[in-house]
């Protein structure tokens, strides 16, 4: 009998091992499920961009025909990204995202060099149209009250971003290493939250300190255009 008895105790021993290993594992998907999928949105979008170049007394043993890089439009690439959000109180939220960009800007130099009768439109500093930069951001998100506000929202959202570019620069600004690897912007624009299931974002980004070193003053600006899907509706 005692071999009976202990085989006995070892197999409800498995089945409360057992029961208790899948409630763990049901606690634990719940745990992401409630707090944190919840609160986690996927990004994707398109952005516009352009810088402002002013030389200052930069000089450089380099001279570029201006009329093949005086770009001044905005220019469109991607992002995509993930964003924490959550409530202060019942009209206001905070998040935080991290995104990685892909930037192609215009060019808009607002000094321009000449050397008549030989030489017009001509500039020393040949600035760079493409980067790839990981941007962390911070927002405040205020509930406008407009409309019935149970359905749809609109935000107005406004917050600091640190920009930080990982691509290299080209081999002629690697000379001078002309670009800086960080700068801050401020953010501002509005968002609009359809019943949960997704939200429509436009956002301005302004540059608030130069992102070339000095002499160069080069202010990178940006308007960024997406939408956010909760991650709790996807998964």
């Known amino acids: 009998m005692k071999p009976f008895k202990t085989i006995t105790k070892l197999l409800v021993l498995v089945i409360i091992t057992s029961n208790t290993s899948k409630a763990q594992q049901l606690n634990k998907g719940s745990f992401f499920k409630n707090t944190i999928s919840t609160h986690l949105y996927l990004i994707g979008g398109m952005n516009f961009s352009k810088q402002s170049i002013t030389l200052n007394t930069y000089n450089s043993k380099f001279n570029y025909d201006l009329n093949d890089y005086q770009k001044n439009v905005f220019k469109p690439a991607y992002l995509l990204g993930v964003q924490y959000q959550n409530k ?50 911070a927002y405040l998100k205020q509930l406008i009250p407009v409309g019935d506000t149970s359905k749809y929202k609109f935000y107005v959202v406004a917050g600091p971003s640190l920009n930080m570019r990982i691509s290299e620069q080209s081999a002629d600004n690697l000379i001078y290493t002309s670009y800086n690897r960080y700068y801050l912007s401020g953010n501002g624009g509005l968002e609009f939250n359809n019943q949960g299931y997704y939200t429509l974002f436009v956002h301005y980004k302004y540059a608030l300190n130069s992102f070339t070193k000095a002499p160069i003053t080069t202010n990178l600006n940006s308007v960024e255009m997406g939408v956010m899907i909760k991650t709790s509706n996807l998964f």
């Open 88 to 137: 202060i109180n019942a009209t206001s939220n905070y998040a935080f995202s991290v995104v990685l960009n892909k930037l192609v800007t215009g060019t808009n130099y607002t000094s321009i060099n000449k050397l008549a009768p030989f030489i017009n439109n001509f500039t020393k500093f040949k600035a760079e149209d493409q980067f790839i930069m990981l941007d962390i951001n």
